[in-house]
């Protein structure tokens, strides 16, 4: 074994970054052993310096995080800041000076992968991030390496364990979306600003990583479409249970069925309970990848947390560690098939929709020969009179695949019926 030890910077010593460091500590000697050199916490670099930071030498600790990159004798830079800037500048910095960069930040690698990726071709050095998507769940080396031989076709999966933490509650108390929301919020599952999480932010950027390698194409985040799922209500998961479903907020990455173009999304969808994913509760994590060869993959567990996340990070720099004592780095961007990523209108799926509609003989005629014209053909509808209702029924129609433009389309021209008052919820239906 190497005694001159490997030396990282680590960039971020909060939630994940404490246990990086942690983790490094208490593991050296296997860490070691399985390295073939042992590795020395060089550097730390945080905002304030002067928080006590359990089992952090003070003596390390920096918030020039800058000069902490270009010492110049830096093996792996650990970036777990967050964001976009200064973590960007500082992982081309590390670059430039020799470094490797081991990252958990998906905001940064969604929005500019493919430049990081080229900076680190350049300068010969490795560029890993399995932290980034879906915490300690192995998805990216997996892809990246384990299926490089194959040719992925799907990858559906909750990525967003906040989301189905509030998901799970209300479709397992009935409470609607804003008493989840603060139960998660007390419990820390939800930020006190929620919005990456409930508008699918943070879950469109882990699909535009996922799409891009599991399809070795350029995915950015504005090519994922995107919606979050503060709208999803308790009358929703009614409607999804009458189908034998439940309501999940699902990152979906497919290729055409003609292979020629590939498509990413974030929304909420209704899934059979019969799908492993259905299953996912809590704060989970799991991801379904579908290939030629292969068939179906299931990945699952803990998403994110302090000790889950550091794990994926761990056996990131235990990688790099080893390419840089053989001289080696590890596989690059592939973009090789450069397919183009079609819009949301061109994705074909099955829709449940919810029509408050007039009482009246004639109503469900008008309605079927709408979803006809817009060639949207119809699996089921149901028909509900109410019981307090001013001459209203609900209309449930259930479609068979169509594109979202056909099915947007559709929805459209029902709300220029006089006879349709409105539109309760139009929900995709995946996973059948
Ligand atoms: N938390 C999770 O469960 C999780 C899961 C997967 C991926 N990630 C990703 O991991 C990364 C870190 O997340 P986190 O939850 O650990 O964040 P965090 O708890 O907010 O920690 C951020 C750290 O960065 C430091 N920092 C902020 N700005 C800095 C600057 N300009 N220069 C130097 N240091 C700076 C902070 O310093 P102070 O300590 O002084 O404030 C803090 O130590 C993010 O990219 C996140 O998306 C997190």
Redesign the pocket.
């Known amino acids: 074994m190497r005694t001159r030890p490997l030396k990282v910077a680590l960039?971020?010593?909060?939630?994940?970054?404490?246990e990086v460091a942690r983790i490094m500590t208490t593991h050296a000697d296997d860490l070691a052993a399985r390295i073939g050199a042992p590795v020395e916490l060089a550097g730390v670099?945080?905002?304030?310096?002067s928080?006590v930071?359990d089992g952090i030498d003070p003596a390390l600790v920096t918030?020039d995080?800058t000069a902490l990159v270009k010492r110049g004798d830096i093996d792996v830079v650990v970036?777990?800041?967050?964001?976009i800037e200064?973590?960007r500048t500082?992982i081309t910095t590390a670059f430039e000076y020799g470094a490797s960069v081991v990252?958990?930040?998906?905001?940064?690698l969604a929005q500019d992968g493919a430049a990081l990726h080229a900076a680190a071709e350049e300068h010969g050095e490795d560029l890993y991030y399995e932290?980034?998507?879906?915490?300690a769940i192995p998805l990216i080396r997996p892809l990246r390496e384990s299926l490089a031989g194959d040719k992925v076709n799907r990858v559906l999966g909750i990525v967003n364990?906040t989301t189905n933490f509030i998901l799970d509650k209300m479709d397992s108390t009935g409470a609607g979306y804003q008493e989840a929301l603060d139960e998660a919020t007390a419990l820390g599952y939800a930020e006190a600003d929620p919005t990456a999480d409930v508008e699918a932010f943070?879950a469109a950027a882990k699909a535009a990583i996922l799409a891009g390698i599991a399809f070795h194409t350029r995915v950015r985040l504005d090519d994922v479409y995107r919606e979050g799922m503060t709208e999803v209500t308790a009358a929703d998961f009614a409607s999804a249970r009458e189908m034998g479903c439940t309501i999940k907020l699902l990152a979906i990455c497919e290729r055409a069925a003609d292979g020629g173009s590939v498509t990413a999304r974030v929304h909420p969808a209704m899934i059979p309970l019969s799908h492993p994913l259905a299953s996912v509760r809590g704060a989970y994590n799991a991801v379904f990848v579908e290939s030629d060869a292969a068939g179906q993959l299931m990945f699952y567990g803990p998403?994110?947390?302090?000790a889950?996340?550091a794990s994926?990070v761990l056996g990131d720099l235990v990688a790099v560690c080893r390419n840089r004592l053989s001289g080696a780095t590890g596989p690059g961007e592939s973009a090789y098939a450069a397919l183009p990523v079609s819009p949301m209108g061109d994705v074909v799926t099955r829709y449940h929709i919810s029509l408050d509609v007039a009482d009246k003989p004639g109503v469900l005629a008008q309605v079927a020969t709408v979803f006809a014209e817009h060639g949207v053909s119809i699996d089921t509808v149901r028909q509900q009179g109410r019981q307090d209702s001013d001459g209203e029924a609900s209309l449930v129609v259930v479609t068979h695949r169509a594109s979202d433009a056909s099915l947007s389309g559709t929805v459209e021209a029902l709300r220029k019926l006089d006879t349709v008052r409105g539109v309760a919820s139009i929900m995709r239906v995946e996973g059948e």
Do not use: F, H, M, Y
């Not at 960039?11 to 404490?18: D, E």
């Not at 670099?45 to 310096?49: D, K, L, N, Q, W």
């Not at 998403?303 to 302090?306: E, I, L, N, P």
């Open positions: 960039l971020g010593c909060g939630v994940v970054g404490s670099a945080v905002r304030r310096p928080r930071r918030t995080a970036e777990v800041i967050g964001g200064p973590a500082l990252s958990a930040n998906k905001a940064l932290a980034s998507v879906a915490g364990g943070d998403g994110a947390g302090g889950p996340t994926a």
